[in-house]
């Protein structure tokens, strides 16, 4: 097997200067480095992550769980926490939890087994009940509405106040008879129930009454189910002007179905989302949506993360939690003008 020290004596140079190389240190002459990656390259020399590992105790990466990495919202976020990692020279291990428990539970397993330094688990099917499976010996930050006042570092979206704000906006345009496309309410804390929250405190609010015929829940928050929520709603009748969303994915099928039952947006019905997903900029009407700032909630995230494993478990029985910021973006659906286009189009 090459060793460190025979790329050193290849190369010319000390074993430790080998190592800043490797391992990316800035403060390297670039001849010097090229000489050494060509002795790499030349020795075939691989490093025996293995044996760094075991001799630092780390692994340079951290894993990252969410629920279905197919939905642009989840992929969007795995992109920024990626960069916000890269920052701190962490890799990230994407696992997909399927939005259930025993996924969830999977990936804590994983990092249990040390194949990560810590783990960002975004939680769908663990909830509050679950939370001494979280008195793990490992950093864990959670992502996500199903568990507050846990025993770990919790990063979450301001639902209820962002919901609050995107129906208020369309009171603001002029709606009275608003919709509300959102998952069934059983009673748990989950991203559905608080942003119906939001959404009936701006009813009452605007001294609207809230019409339970107005509610369109569906099973699943996809682009099939929206669009399905958005013909109910048109066949059944009951006179709307506005609808709110719980997500832009669910939004992106409402202004489908809307559509295929006659229906102009934001002519006749004005539509709004959340999130904030780059792809509503460029629907045709343009989304308008709640941005929770994806970008400040990953790197929160990641610091959190980083901060722990630096710790090396201490302070660990003070848990910190953060909730993000966020804006309303309003475009073509609830009448306002895209700013995200140039005006020459």
Not at 82 to 88: G, L, W
Request: one cysteine or more.
């Amino acid at each position: 097997m090459v060793t460190i020290q025979d790329v050193a004596k290849a190369a010319g140079v000390s074993p430790m200067t080998v190592s800043h190389v490797i391992n990316d240190h800035p403060h390297v002459k670039a001849e010097t480095r090229e000489r050494v990656l060509q002795a790499i390259d030349k020795l075939d020399y691989r490093v025996n992550v293995a044996a760094r590992n075991l001799r630092t105790g780390r692994t340079g990466t951290i894993g990252l769980a969410v629920p279905e990495i197919d939905r642009p919202y989840y992929g969007q976020l795995v992109a920024k926490i990626i960069a916000a990692a890269a920052k701190r020279d962490l890799k990230v291990a994407i696992e997909q939890t399927g939005a259930s428990r025993e996924g969830e539970l999977a990936a804590l397993a994983l990092s249990r087994n040390r194949l990560y330094d810590g783990l960002i688990l975004s939680t769908v099917g663990l909830g509050p009940a679950d939370t001494d499976l979280l008195k793990v010996d490992f950093p864990v930050v959670i992502l996500g509405e199903r568990i507050f006042d846990g025993p770990v570092d919790h990063v979450a979206m301001p639902n209820v106040e962002g919901a609050r704000a995107a129906t208020a906006h369309l009171i603001e345009q002029g709606c009275r008879r608003i919709a509300v496309i959102d998952g069934p309410q059983r009673g748990e804390v989950d991203v559905s129930s608080l942003r119906h929250d939001g959404y009936r405190e701006a009813l009452e609010e605007a001294g609207l009454p809230f019409d339970p015929e107005l509610v369109a829940p569906i099973d699943a928050l996809t682009m099939e189910t929206g669009a399905a929520a958005a013909r109910r709603l048109a066949g059944s009748g009951i006179a709307f002007d506005g609808v709110f969303c719980v997500t832009d994915t669910v939004a992106m099928g409402a202004l489908r179905g809307l559509a295929d039952c006659g229906i102009r947006v934001p002519q006749d019905v004005k539509v709004i989302g959340f999130d904030n997903i780059a792809e509503g900029a460029y629907l045709v009407p343009s989304l308008s949506s709640v941005d929770p700032d994806h970008a400040l909630m990953a790197s929160t995230a990641v610091g959190f993360l980083a901060k722990r494993i630096a710790e090396k478990g201490k302070n660990r029985q003070v848990a910190r939690e953060f909730i993000s910021r966020f804006s309303v973006v309003a475009r073509e659906s609830t009448g306002g003008v895209d700013r995200t286009r140039p005006a020459s189009w």
